[in-house]
């Protein structure tokens, strides 16, 4: 059985890459004799799927672009040979979450959507773990259209309950595939050393670079992001914590979370440095779950570092800029109380961001203990809903090998 995966191109969005993980070693686990066919961009977003899925039959066919005469044409030879094999797979699989909107551009929308609809004539096609849209003019109509012939899973209710507006007919229930246990989980302890991080000592804050989306005005972006620190830091509730800065998505480098990690900490006082541990490395995502599960909560402006802060049982106040914030969490989660809508020029430039997230901090430490007895009953309930998603997938590429 060759299975293509795609949508899992970089490595270093830890959100997606936990998706791709959970899916990966899922089927690898049912079903016998698969080969990943993988969009990986590069030989090291290879390895490192190897290494958090501990699957070794994954074949990269992203072939990258070069300028030298000789290696140009060693990787044409190399794209012929993966294109037929990529002909041949029997099953493709687009992991969501929520590339098919417009959030990113309409004319990379049209383009994908069209993609869809031509290979879907030839290819059995599944869309897991999706947000699919909100579409303005006709391309809700046109997105139901390309993608007829495709099977198609949200990750939440309320983009489910949206779709069936739409009168898609292929379209079924699902969570996002992050609510899962990362494989390698148990061999991430050490990362916590490697900072000298004490379970229950400190706050991560995950800062997302892509500030466009809350904001056009970047510094009014990070003199807030700097108060919500002061802020945690002056809290006498939270007098003996310290702060972690952590990135969730390193690449592509124009909304690397690092950039404004590294602008916070050029532009706070120098009087709370102490208490701050600013983190730059790459790691894996078993790592960076580690780190956000083991902390007393966190505040992020990436969802999936609110996912995983959830999935070891931990609050995580979400700064959110779209639907699936909303749906993921607010809904699928019941914990709208922890999302804030910030999408906003406003809240940013008249400094209510800052106060909203204070808000939010002084309402998880009155209230913590209920609180984890509340998330651990919907993490539970959501995981669950993740395997049987992914037992129907599984069911599905069974009846392919037997038909």
């Given at each position: 059985?060759?299975?293509?995966?795609?949508?899992?191109?970089?490595?270093?969005?830890?959100?997606?890459?936990?998706?791709?993980?959970?899916?990966?070693?899922?089927?690898?686990?049912?079903?016998?004799?698969?080969?990943?066919?993988?969009?990986?961009?590069?030989?090291?977003?290879?390895?490192?799927?190897?290494?958090?899925?501990?699957?070794?039959?994954?074949?990269?066919?992203?072939?990258?672009?070069?300028?030298?005469?000789?290696?140009?044409?060693?990787?044409?030879?190399?794209?012929?040979?993966?294109n037929r094999m990529i002909k041949d797979t029997d099953i493709i699989i687009i992991i969501g979450g929520d590339d098919i909107s417009e959030y990113y551009g309409v004319k990379g929308l049209i383009k994908e959507l069209n993609k869809f609809k031509k290979e879907s004539l030839k290819k059995n096609i599944i869309l897991l773990g999706q947000t699919m849209g909100p579409f303005t003019d006709n391309r809700g109509q046109l997105a139901k259209e390309c993608l007829s012939k495709t099977k198609v899973y949200t990750r939440d209710d309320k983009n489910f309950n949206y779709l069936c507006n739409l009168e898609f007919s292929n379209v079924?229930?699902?969570?996002?595939?992050?609510?899962?246990?990362?494989?390698?989980?148990?061999?991430?302890?050490?990362?916590?050393?490697?900072?000298?991080?004490?379970?229950?000592?400190?706050?991560?804050?995950?800062?997302?670079?892509?500030?466009?989306?809350?904001?056009?005005?970047?510094?009014?972006?990070?003199?807030?992001?700097?108060?919500?620190?002061?802020?945690?830091?002056?809290?006498?509730?939270?007098?003996?914590?310290?702060?972690?800065?952590?990135?969730?998505?390193?690449?592509?480098?124009?909304?690397?979370?690092?950039?404004?990690?590294?602008?916070?900490?050029?532009?706070?006082?120098?009087?709370?440095?102490?208490?701050?541990?600013?983190?730059?490395?790459?790691?894996?995502?078993?790592?960076?779950?580690?780190?956000?599960?083991?902390?007393?909560?966190?505040?992020?402006?990436?969802?999936?570092?609110?996912?995983?802060?959830?999935?070891?049982?931990?609050?995580?106040?979400?700064?959110?800029?779209?639907?699936?914030?909303?749906?993921?969490?607010?809904?699928?989660?019941?914990?709208?109380?922890?999302?804030?809508?910030?999408?906003?020029?406003?809240?940013?430039?008249?400094?209510?961001?800052?106060?909203?997230?204070?808000?939010?901090?002084?309402?998880?430490?009155?209230?913590?203990?209920?609180?984890?007895?509340?998330?651990?009953?919907?993490?539970?309930?959501?995981?669950?809903?993740?395997?049987?998603?992914?037992?129907?997938?599984?069911?599905?590429?069974?009846?392919?090998?037997?038909?």
């Open positions: 059985m060759k299975i293509n995966i795609r949508h899992i191109s970089n490595t270093f969005n830890y959100g997606s890459f936990m998706m791709a993980i959970t899916l990966i070693e899922y089927i690898n686990l049912k079903v016998n004799d698969v080969k990943f066919y993988v969009d990986t961009f590069t030989a090291n977003d290879l390895e490192r799927l190897k290494k958090e899925t501990g699957v070794k039959s994954l074949i990269r066919y992203n072939i990258p672009n070069t300028n030298k005469f000789t290696k140009k044409c060693i990787n044409k030879l190399k794209k012929i040979k993966l079924k229930k699902g969570r996002d595939l992050a609510f899962a246990q990362l494989p390698m989980q148990y061999k991430a302890k050490h990362i916590l050393k490697k900072y000298n991080l004490i379970k229950d000592s400190y706050i991560t804050v995950v800062t997302s670079g892509l500030t466009k989306c809350y904001t056009d005005n970047l510094d009014a972006y990070l003199k807030e992001e700097i108060k919500i620190l002061e802020n945690i830091l002056v809290n006498k509730k939270l007098i003996d914590k310290k702060i972690v800065l952590l990135p969730h998505v390193l690449l592509p480098e124009h909304v690397d979370d690092r950039l404004i990690i590294k602008e916070i900490m050029k532009k706070i006082d120098n009087k709370f440095k102490d208490r701050i541990i600013d983190i730059y490395d790459e790691m894996l995502p078993s790592e960076a779950r580690e780190i956000l599960g083991n902390g007393l909560f966190t505040i992020t402006g990436r969802m999936h570092a609110a996912v995983s802060t959830f999935y070891m049982r931990k609050p995580a106040i979400s700064l959110s800029y779209s639907i699936k914030y909303s749906g993921v969490i607010g809904d699928g989660l019941d914990m709208n109380e922890l999302v804030i809508e910030s999408a906003n020029e406003q809240l940013w430039s008249n400094g209510e961001i800052s106060k909203l997230v204070d808000e939010k901090v002084n309402y998880i430490l009155e209230n913590y203990d209920e609180l984890i007895k509340k998330i651990d009953v919907k993490v539970l309930e959501t995981s669950r809903i993740v395997e049987e998603e992914l037992e129907d997938v599984v069911n599905q590429i069974k009846n392919r090998i037997t038909n």
